[in-house]
């Protein structure tokens, strides 16, 4: 089984940067794509950036441009840099994984807020 701690969130003004960070730790074989997902207030929870294994990268539209997601595999570990925030960035993000245990599985983290406001 896999856990998956966010970190790095917070309040952060128009035009900020942010970079979160999500660590997967517990019992797996492998940890295959890794990725990011977000829900604002009453809107449904949308990718934002993935990654798979080998380093291919998926973005939304929305992130084209200013975020960029990447891996440390040593570590198990998954990062969104997010640059230009806007307010409509607000939202939970939630890191997500799918990992290899006798079985192919995936989790979700926590979630983490973001809040991009002056």
């Known amino acids: 089984q896999v856990q998956l701690v966010e970190s790095g969130g917070g309040l952060v003004q128009p035009g900020g940067s942010l970079r979160l960070s999500c660590a997967a730790s517990?019992?797996?074989?492998?940890?295959?794509?890794m990725g990011w997902y977000r829900q604002a207030p009453g809107k449904d929870r949308e990718l934002v950036a993935s990654?798979?294994?080998?380093?291919?990268?998926n973005y939304a539209d929305s992130a084209k441009g200013r975020f960029a997601i990447s891996r440390d595999k040593a570590k198990n570990t998954v990062y969104l840099q997010m640059n230009v925030l806007k307010p409509e960035d607000t939202a939970v993000y939630y890191c997500?994984?799918?990992?290899?245990?006798?079985?192919?599985?995936?989790?979700w983290g926590q979630g983490i807020q973001v809040t991009v406001s002056s």
């Open positions: 997500t994984t799918n990992y290899n245990w006798a079985g192919f599985y995936s989790t």
């Open positions: 990654i798979s294994s080998g380093g291919s990268t």
């Open positions: 517990g019992t797996f074989t492998s940890i295959d794509a």
